[in-house]
Every structure is written in structure tokens, then in C-alpha cells.
């Protein structure tokens, strides 16, 4: 553990209590008008601030995924939009939204969530490892079927096109309290995984180390797929499919306070907080509500290809 390590997480704890504030009172209508208006206080307190806590924790649970998924899969391309976890519970909220005009729509999202992560992982596991292009190329695969899956769902959905259509981009333009009460769910999901940081540490020196270190390493992973799988589930029936935070933010936060688990998770979740935040509220105050899917895939995308080719260079 770095000794700068406590400093970066206060640091960033204070980051994110500044950064939710500041997009409270940040938007297209400004403080200074918003205060003369007579729906001032619903406009605060039903739209703005749900809106505000829901992005906060939908980067938390998609930053906690990826930086769970690296270091499970000891692979730093490993991100819930890239190996398919994302499209998985997309599809799954877009049955629901179909079939039943969204009724049980997180749990349906889990469900895809959870089924997609565990095809990947059965798909690119080689001899009880899973190799870098094996695991990229399996996610690609599993995306481009579930694509075709969730394109003819797209087709036959008569009314619900443009529902599914704006959710699956992104955003979070219907938020209500509603939805904080779901995403509540998400600060369990991040203990569940953080409870594992020490045998995640672990697990990063190989399986055959860590088993004769006493740690259980198919349990230790399906704990973290099932789990990693909820967050994405969670956060996507929330938000619909917001690609690279889980990619990014652990990156980035290695580089800072270090590759503990124990520090780099809650590091990680705070980062990924104040990223999609910020997305938010800039798309939100200056894009015309432009998903943030959209903002967070322009930024995501190059660093996505900056890492491929450093690993292809090394």
C-alpha cells in the first residue's frame, strides 16, 4: 500500500461530495433563474437531485465491475461493456420493456448481466486460463449475437422502438426517487466485492499460488462474476448501457494509490462516481441532454485502443 494511498481516497471522497453538489446546482436552467421560478424546489429535489445520487452510483458500480472483472481475469482489458456483460443486461431489460412494458426490468438486466459474463468466462477459459485475445474476441462474439438478438427484439417491438432506443444510448432523463431506492442496491454489491480484495490481491499471482495460499479460486470467481453481474445489472436497468467507466477509472487509479485491491476498489468506485457525474451534468447543462452513453463512448473508445496498442508494443 502506497503511503499516498489514504490521502488520494479522502481526497476523492471530497472530490465527489464538492462534484454532487456543484451538479445540483449546475444545468440548463441556472441557479441565479432557477430561484425565481415557482417549481423551484421540484425541480431540485425530484429531478436534479435523484439524478444526481442514481449517476453517482451507477459509476460506482460500473468502476467497481471493471476493476473486480481486471483483476479477477488478471487482465486489464477486462470491462463489463467490452467482454459483454453490458449488452447482456441490456437485452434483458429490453425482454422486459417488450414483453411485460417493464415490469421486473432489473431483474431481467441482472439475468442477461449474469448469463453473458458466465458464457464469456466458460467460452474463453483455456486450460484455467483465460488469455487476453481469447477473452476479447469471446466478448465481441457474445456482443454481435446478443446485438442480433436485441435488433429483432428492436423490430418487432411496434410502440416500445423509442423507448428502447433511448435507453439503450444511455442517460438518465427519467431518474426519480424510484430509482434511488434500486440503486441503494449497489453500495451492497461494492462490500460484497471489496469483502474479497485481500484474495483478489491474491489471485493476481495465479491460480496454483493462490490455491496453495488457502483461497478457493472457483469459488473466489463465480462470487465475483455473480457479483460483478449484479452491479452491471443494477446499473443498467438504471441507466441503460453506459460503456468505458468500468475500463478507465481503474487505469487511471492504479497509476495513483497503487495495485492493492483493498484500496484501489474504493478508489476506484469514488473515481468512477465523479467521471459519469461529470458526464452527466456536462451533457445535461451544455449538450442538450445528449446521452451520456454517447460522451463516455468518444472518451472510452481511444483509451480502449491506447491500451491495445501498448499491449501489442510489449
Known amino acids: 500500500m502506497r503511503r499516498t494511498a489514504p490521502i488520494a481516497i479522502l481526497a ?3 472530490t465527489l461530495l464538492i462534484s454532487m453538489a456543484c451538479a445540483v446546482v449546475l444545468g440548463p436552467v441556472s441557479l ?7 417549481s423551484a424546489g421540484m425541480i431540485i429535489w425530484d429531478v436534479r437531485v435523484p439524478r444526481v445520487i442514481t449517476a453517482a452510483l ?12 481486471q483483476g479477477l481475469f488478471r487482465n486489464s482489458m477486462a470491462d463489463p461493456y467490452i467482454i459483454g456483460t453490458s449488452s447482456g443486461g441490456a437485452l434483458g431489460a429490453t425482454l422486459a420493456i417488450v414483453l411485460f412494458a417493464g415490469a421486473g426490468l432489473p431483474v431481467f438486466a441482472f439475468a442477461g448481466a449474469a448469463i453473458a459474463t458466465f458464457a464469456v468466462y466458460i467460452i474463453a477459459r483455456q486450460g484455467g486460463r483465460i ?16 446485438s442480433a438478438f436485441l435488433s429483432f427484439l428492436m423490430y418487432t417491438s411496434g410502440r416500445s422502438l423509442h423507448q428502447i432506443m433511448f435507453w439503450l444510448m444511455g442517460g438518465f432523463w427519467n431518474v426519480s426517487w424510484g430509482d434511488v431506492r434500486i440503486a441503494i442496491l449497489i453500495p451492497v ?9 485481500r484474495d483478489i490481491n491474491i489471485i493476481s499471482l ?11 479460486v472457483e469459488r473466489l470467481k463465480q462470487i465475483l462474476l455473480f457479483a460483478s453481474a449484479f452491479l452491471t445489472g443494477i446499473a443498467v436497468s438504471i441507466a441503460g448501457a453506459i460503456g468505458f467507466i468500468g475500463l478507465i477509472t481503474p487505469h487511471v487509479m492504479r497509476l495513483i494509490v497503487g495495485p492493492d485491491h483493498r484500496i484501489l476498489l474504493p478508489a476506484a468506485a469514488l473515481a468512477g462516481g465523479i467521471l459519469l457525474l461529470w458526464s452527466d451534468t456536462l451533457t445535461r447543462t451544455f449538450a442538450g441532454d445528449m446521452p451520456v452513453g454517447i460522451i463516455t463512448a468518444c472518451f472510452g473508445a481511444p483509451f480502449f485502443i491506447y491500451l491495445l496498442r501498448s499491449r501489442m508494443k510489449a
Open 12 to 14: 476523492l471522497t471530497c
Open 131 to 146: 488469455p487476453v485475445e481469447t477473452l476479447l474476441l469471446s466478448g465481441v462474439a457474445l456482443s454481435m449475437l446478443l
Open 189 to 197: 454489491g461494492c462490500l460484497a466485492v471489496y469483502l474479497y480484495a
Open 206 to 216: 495465479g491460480d496454483e499460488d493462490a490455491i496453495h495460499l488457502g483461497v478457493n
Open 58 to 69: 451507477v459509476g460506482c458500480a460500473l468502476a467497481v465491475a471493471g476493476t473486480a472483472m
Open 32 to 38: 441565479g433563474s432557477l430561484v425565481t421560478l415557482p
